[in-house]
């Protein structure tokens, strides 16, 4: 099993930052690839960014590229998602997600394991 908790979330005001962090323990070395998605109300989940635990290859959906940048710390055993120029259309809980492939997976059910989740709330 592996384990994962987000943190950072929060409130910002549009065109500003925040990062989000994934701490991953357990059976880590289970898991190749490491995504970030995220819901926002009535919405289905969506992919947002994705990166190898080996290789640091790095995969993001059209509508971040450019903004978000995600990236490891493998002694941490952390992954983090930093994210700029935030718009209101960012708001949404924002999920890590573990899989055992090296290939990126952009849909939900591609990963095995989640975290709780993490607000990230963007006020015009």
């Known amino acids: 099993q592996v384990q994962l908790v987000e943190s950072g979330g929060g409130l910002v005001q549009a065109g500003g930052s925040l990062r989000l962090s994934c701490a991953a323990s357990?059976?880590?070395?289970?898991?190749?690839?490491m995504g970030w998605f995220r819901q926002a109300p009535g919405k289905e989940r969506e992919f947002v960014a994705a990166i190898s635990w080996s290789v640091g290859r790095t995969y993001y959906a059209d509508s971040v590229k450019g903004r978000f940048t995600i990236s490891r710390d493998n002694a941490k055993n952390t992954v983090y998602l930093h994210m700029n120029s935030l718009k209101p259309e960012d708001t949404a809980v924002y999920y890590c997600?573990?899989?055992?492939?090296?290939?990126?997976?952009?849909?939900?059910?591609?990963?095995?394991?989640w975290g709780q989740g993490t607000q990230v709330t963007v006020s015009s």
């Open positions: 357990g059976r880590t070395f289970i898991s190749n690839t």
């Open positions: 997600a573990a899989r055992g492939s090296h290939w990126p997976g952009y849909q939900p059910s591609e990963y095995d394991y």
